[in-house]
């Protein structure tokens, strides 16, 4: 049995059980679910299952749909994934097993101008291998006119951009709603740049996933940060 559950500000509004071929998500009221915020598209994406696999497919939406943090066109989905939708993200939780097939790149309809997500294998490899280990960091503003001059990043996911719900929030007219997204994982954080913002890290320009370490000077616009690591436990 699939479900999705629906958070915004990681507050659970609704828990929806997927029953049917395909459950579309948006802000107008004929869709299946119905998230009335200004950020999502009236039409914004839906959920289809394939070949009893599940796709998460975004239907040409303003602010685009993140899977994982990765904007994506249509990607097949396994349990846990996290899709963010305007300011709400979703959990997709099924309890069978992803088809390894659908997981391919070449079967996950992945556009060329998207960064590659690992495949089911490498991200269970990878967690296997940090799963004692809880991290916990943040950015140290140098340079730019924000709210705070640090900020912890404790959630899931942090964006940083113009939009309201932003952690880090940028300021000037041309400042993109999403410029970028910082995933936590066990393994530690990663970003991802977005709206074709260019992201700079260690004066070195970043147009996909890149891991961060600490001390990692970031800069977005005339915003720059300095990531560090608060804490890291084992056990």
Sequence with gaps: MAKIQIKFKDAVIKEVPITQVMLTIGR????????????????????????????????????????????VTKYALKNGDIILIGNHTIEFMSDKPPDEDAAKPGIRGRSMNETMILAPSDQKKILAATEKVDVLGGFLIIEG????????????????GKDDAALIRLKGFFAPKVAALVNRRKEGYFINPSSGKDLKIND????????LQDGDIVEIGDLKMQFYIKEKKEG
Aim: charged content about 30%.
């Design 28 to 71: 107008k009221p004929g869709n299946d679910v119905v998230i009335d915020n200004q950020a999502i598209s009236g039409s914004h994406a839906r959920i289809v299952e394939e070949n009893e696999a599940y796709f998460i497919e975004d239907l040409n939406s303003l602010n685009g749909t993140f899977l994982n943090g990765q904007k």
């Design 145 to 160: 006119s924000t709210e705070k001059k640090d900020y912890l990043l404790k959630d899931r996911i942090t964006t940083i």
């Design 204 to 211: 070195q320009k970043v147009a996909q996933r890149y891991d």
